[in-house]
C-alpha cells in the first residue's frame, strides 16, 4: 500500500478507501536508518465536505516505518471500491517527517473519473505518530473536500 491511499476516499453515506500497489521507481525522501522504525495503529478521522453536504466517520489506520525510513500504510479491516494510478513511489522519512503533495487520476463507483489534489503530513516521535491533510475531488458527478487527521501510538 502507499500513501496514495489517503486520497483515495469516497463518501456517501459512508467513506470508503481503496489501495493502491505497484513497484517503486521512484520516491519522495531517500532511505536512511531512522530511530522511528516501527507499527504504529490508531484511527484515521475524515470529514468531506461536497453538494451541501458534510459527512465524518473514522476507520482503523496503521501506518508502519522500516529500517529505512519507508512509510507505509493500511486499513485493517476495509475493504473499498474505487481505483488510482500508482506510479509505484515510495515514502521515506526526512527526521521525523513525511510530506506528501500528489495529483492523481483516480475513478469511483459513485464518482466517475477525478482528477484529485491532496497533502498529508505525517509526523512520529519515539512513542506515537501523527497525520493531517486534505484533498480536493474533481469528479465527473461532482467536487467534494476532504480533511483527514489521526493519531497513532506506537504498538511495536
Do not use: W
Not at 532511505?31 to 507499527?39: E, L, V
Not at 490508531?42 to 519507508?70: P, Q
Amino acid at each position: 500500500m502507499k500513501m496514495r491511499n489517503a486520497f483515495l476516499v469516497l463518501g456517501t453515506a459512508t467513506i470508503l478507501l481503496s489501495g493502491c500497489s505497484g513497484s517503486s521507481t521512484s520516491g519522495v525522501g531517500a532511505p536512511s536508518s531512522t530511530p522511528y522504525a516501527g507499527t504504529y495503529d490508531g484511527v484515521l478521522n475524515i470529514t468531506l465536505r461536497g453538494s451541501g453536504a458534510s459527512v465524518s466517520d473514522s476507520m482503523n489506520y496503521r501506518v508502519t516505518v522500516g529500517v529505512d525510513g519507508e512509510v507505509t500504510e493500511n486499513f485493517p479491516g476495509f475493504s473499498g471500491s474505487g481505483t488510482c494510478d500508482d506510479d509505484g513511489t515510495r515514502y521515506y522519512l526526512t527526521g521525523n517527517v513525511l510530506e506528501v503533495s500528489e495529483n492523481l487520476s483516480c475513478a469511483f463507483p459513485n464518482l466517475g473519473k477525478c482528477s484529485v489534489q491532496g497533502n498529508i503530513r505525517y509526523v512520529f516521535n519515539a512513542t506515537a505518530g501523527s497525520s493531517s491533510g486534505s484533498a480536493k475531488y474533481f469528479c465527473e458527478a461532482g467536487n467534494i473536500t476532504a480533511t483527514l487527521s489521526g493519531y497513532l501510538p506506537k504498538t511495536s
